[in-house]
Nanobody, 120 residues
């Protein structure tokens, strides 16, 4: 499956952004979709993930601020990011896996990433 992420940009602290990730290629069904992020000089970290049926999980650092959702008919997953903080600055990646997991190696297809920059 191929993934195309979009929606990143520059926003002030406290602002909002909505990331989108569109999938194409092999079947999108029964997959888990996840969002990860990587800041300069840091390892890639889990942000959120959602199953085909809508069960979701979040990193503690984004709980209450970020919301993951998906539209199976459109083969897309979204990440609504509110109350953004400078520490949310990173390249955000969407990924597809088989299990609801915060571990990056559990996901086998990755998008190209979209830059999110939050200014203070």
């Amino acid at each position: 499956v191929q993934l195309q992420a979009s929606g990143g940009g520059l926003v002030q602290a406290g602002g909002s952004l909505r990331l989108s990730c569109a999938a194409s290629g092999r079947t999108f069904s029964n997959n888990v979709m996840g969002w990860f992020r990587q800041a300069p000089g840091k390892e890639r970290e889990f942000v959120a993930a959602i199953t085909w049926s809508g069960i979701s999980t979040y990193a503690d650092s984004v709980k209450g601020r970020f919301t993951i959702s998906r539209d199976n008919a459109k083969k897309s997953v979204y990440l609504q990011m509110n109350s953004l903080k400078p520490e949310d600055t990173a390249v955000y990646y969407c990924a597809v896996g088989a299990h609801l997991s915060p571990i990056a190696t559990m996901y086998d297809s990755w998008g190209q990433g979209t830059q999110v920059t939050v200014s203070s």
